[in-house]
């Protein structure tokens, strides 16, 4: 190989870390039941990004290409029959705590259709990535997630891959890091702390998302692979045979705000849970937790990271 290749082939894969492929044990037997059973995966040797894409990089995006957000578009009045012109404007959801404890199987308490907001203004108009160039990009759809992936010359993990880096060469441990959700007292992730979803207490000092990097990475040299923001993955949902369909909608989850709002049959596997998963509710900062979501769907708390082919 020629130093000019070399060159290149280092800056191609700048910012990743080679994960090494093998047999791993997939799923839990342990939370949801579509994370049920536990079967073996094989997934190949895979440069994986050390971290969710940040604001600044999908700036750098949108500069090059002049790409515009799916939340910056108006909704199609095609894919949601019957829907009040008045809501057929650009906007995303937006996570709102609520003042006080609410019921948790009703997720339109806590979420809220914000006009305006997109990845610009994660909180909605008024709101800006002052201060915020190194956290995840939020308020992506699955389109824009898979456009700066082909921009950058990587593409999205299946779920396989996802979840074998995120194990970081943990056997079927709970959490990336192992059994113990807080080790010698130490905070792990960018999970929720206090009663979901109005007590927040943010012990670490992220009221949402937080910089990337900022917790300690998993056996695999990656940050931020479960909390802070859930990730896109290529892979569909339901997406293996023992999922009976729609198994996420039967139970409380902080974390599928769209999945019947918006074309129902288009859904790709989300991963990594968020900011917003509370150990008391939905435990969702785990590996092998995983939930369905609308692909033209974007949301405070979703965002993505890109592979290279080894
Ligand atoms: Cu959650």
Redesign the pocket.
């Known amino acids: 190989m020629t130093n000019t290749t070399t060159g290149a082939v280092r800056a191609a894969r700048h910012g990743a870390a080679l994960v090494p492929g093998g047999t791993f044990r997939m799923g839990s037997a342990h939370f949801y039941p579509e994370e049920a059973p536990v079967r073996t995966a094989v997934v190949a040797d895979l440069w994986v990004d050390e971290h969710p894409v940040t604001n600044a990089a999908f700036r750098r995006f949108v500069k090059a290409t002049g790409h515009i957000t799916v939340a910056e578009q108006p909704p199609d009045p095609a894919a949601v029959p019957g829907a009040d012109p008045g809501l057929l404007v650009p906007g995303s959801l937006v996570f709102v705590p609520t003042a006080g404890p609410v019921p948790l199987n009703d997720w339109t308490l806590w979420w809220r259709w914000v006009p305006g907001a997109d990845w610009r203004h994660p909180e909605g108009p008024g709101s800006t990535l002052h201060g915020r160039d190194l956290h995840p990009v939020v308020h992506v759809a699955h389109a824009d997630a898979v456009a700066y992936a082909s921009w950058a010359g990587r593409r999205l993990p299946t779920e396989p891959e996802w979840e074998h880096a995120a194990r970081g060469g943990l056997d079927q441990a709970t959490y990336v890091w192992g059994e113990d959700p807080a080790p010698r007292g130490r905070i792990m992730a960018n999970h929720w702390y206090g009663r979901f979803p109005w007590e927040n207490l943010h012990p670490h000092g992220f009221e949402r998302t937080s910089p990337v990097k900022r917790f300690p990475a998993n056996g695999y040299g990656l940050y931020d692979v479960t909390g802070n923001v859930w990730e896109w993955t290529a892979t569909a949902w339901p997406s293996f045979p023992d999922d009976a369909g729609d198994t996420a909608s039967h139970h409380p989850?902080?974390?599928a705000p769209a999945a019947e709002q918006l074309d129902e049959d288009a859904r790709r596997v989300i991963k990594g849970?968020?900011h917003?998963?509370?150990p008391s509710?939905?435990l969702?900062y785990r590996p092998a937790a995983r939930q369905g979501q609308a692909v033209h769907s974007s949301t405070s708390h979703l965002g993505f990271r890109c592979v290279i082919d080894a």
């Open positions: 989850s902080c974390c849970g968020s917003l998963c509370a509710y939905c969702r």
